[in-house]
């Protein structure tokens, strides 16, 4: 028999403390976990929760085409979403140093991921011909206050 010393045994992994993204990713690749939920919405795009714990909520949406949201926020929240499968195209709004307008797209494909914290604004879109379905974490709640594009001083908040 010998002793070891506390230093060197494995701690339970603290899930809070992992990258949102890497959620997403391990969520996205168990499809047991999620597949009971899929569903698709002819006249919106679905979500359902895939589970709660911790301060953190993990959702799977679907995406038919030319299904998208309105440009948004998460408030104080922070997390990530990894794209499953098809297409989805991310238009990211904020206001640069100096006040001008700034918009990025992102093409995502399958496997692909993207981050967001307190006041990122974007709008997420399937602009392809076939559905898509994403994994979502937020973390501090999943709030989403609404905004205008204003394409010479950035985005502006509604109420």
């Known amino acids: 028999m ?10 339970p992994e603290n899930p809070a403390l992992r990258h949102p993204v890497r959620v997403a990713v391990e969520v996205a690749a168990d499809r047991e976990r999620w597949g009971r939920l899929l569903r698709y919405d002819p006249d919106e795009r679905f979500s359902a929760l ?9 959702w799977l949406l679907s995406w038919l085409p030319g299904q998208h949201t309105d ?27 100096g006040g001008r307008a700034v918009t990025e797209v992102h093409a995502l494909s399958a496997g692909q991921s993207r981050v967001f914290g307190p006041g990122y ?9 076939d559905p898509a379905i994403s994994v979502h974490v937020y973390r501090e709640g999943r ?17």
């Open 71 to 97: 440009l948004h926020d998460h408030a104080l929240a922070t997390g990530a979403f990894t794209v499953v499968s098809g297409r989805l195209t991310e238009t990211v709004a904020r206001q640069a140093p």
């Open 50 to 58: 895939v589970e709660a714990a911790d301060g953190q909520e993990i």
């Open 121 to 129: 604004v974007h709008e997420v879109r399937n602009e392809g011909p």
């Open 2 to 11: 010998f002793a070891v010393p506390d230093n060197t045994l494995l701690r």
């Open 143 to 159: 709030q989403m206050r609404s905004y205008l594009p204003d394409p010479v001083r950035g985005p502006r908040r509604i109420g």
